[in-house]
């Protein structure tokens, strides 16, 4: 079984500073670990994803997420936010190997309030 | 390109009655998913279809069904709903079970009153 956890629910942050949006998981076995962003009255917009090779991915609007096995964490950062970042952001894993069916598990989810 | 379209955008429905939820997926994309994400919550897989087969079904009561039709789209259904089922049900598709990148549609916002 899988488990995702964000450890804040809300991050208020003033406009241009640097964030940092906590996500751990738990499985037994390989995962894939993603990030998706939900605007108001929106469905997930895929951020960024981890499936293999560097631990270190990018999305293009520069928020970058870092895979670390051995605290089974995958954080999310932007070294300067922007108020049209304001959203909800959820971590999500799915496993991989002959095991994947391509069901994502979900946190509950960090509101990224960014203030001018 | 047209996305993931999901009709309804909102819905209002009493206790115990019927419901209906529709998703069409992104052309050429064979696989479709069903999440319900309660109002502060992450969404909660209910089902996944591929080739108008279920391939995964999660835990949902059997008044959750669902099923997907020979050019991929797919409808959910929801009966003798219950006020906890007020949700955004969201649909999502790709390529294939195993292909990581999924695409979801704006979502359905049922209320049940």
């Known amino acids: 079984a899988q488990s995702v956890t964000q450890l804040d629910s809300q991050v208020p942050v003033f406009e241009e500073a640097p964030v940092e949006l906590r996500c751990n998981y738990s499985?037994?076995?390989?995962?894939?670990l993603f990030w998706y962003v939900q605007y108001p009255n929106q469905g997930l917009q895929l951020l960024l994803k981890?499936?293999?090779?560097?631990?270190l991915v990018e999305s293009i609007n520069g928020f970058e997420a870092e895979f670390n096995k051995s605290q089974t964490s995958f954080h999310l950062r932007k070294p300067s936010v922007h108020i049209s970042d304001t959203a909800e952001y959820f971590c999500?894993?799915?496993?991989?190997?002959?095991?994947?069916?391509?069901?994502?598990?979900f946190g509950q989810g960090t509101t990224l309030q960014v203030k001018p | 390109d047209a996305g993931v379209t999901q009709s309804p955008t909102h819905l209002i429905k009493t206790r115990g009655q019927q419901v209906t939820l529709r998703c069409s997926p992104i052309?050429?994309?064979?696989?479709v998913s069903w999440y319900q994400q309660v109002l502060g919550q992450g969404p909660q897989f209910i089902f996944q279809?591929?080739?108008?087969?279920?391939?995964g079904r999660g835990n949902f009561p059997d008044r959750f069904s669902a099923r997907q039709f020979p050019n991929y789209s797919s409808e959910l259904n929801v009966n003798a709903l219950l006020l906890g089922d007020s949700a955004l049900y969201l649909c999502?598709?790709?390529?294939?079970?195993?292909?990581?990148?999924?695409?979801f549609g704006q979502g359905t916002r049922l209320t049940v009153v």
């Open positions: 999500a894993v799915t496993s991989h190997g002959s095991g994947n069916t391509g069901k994502l598990i």
């Open positions: 999502a598709s790709s390529l294939s079970p195993s292909n990581t990148e999924a695409f």
């Open positions: 499985s037994s076995v390989s995962v894939y």
């Open positions: 052309s050429g994309h064979k696989s």
């Open positions: 981890y499936l293999s090779g560097s631990t």
């Open positions: 279809y591929y080739e108008k087969e279920e391939r």
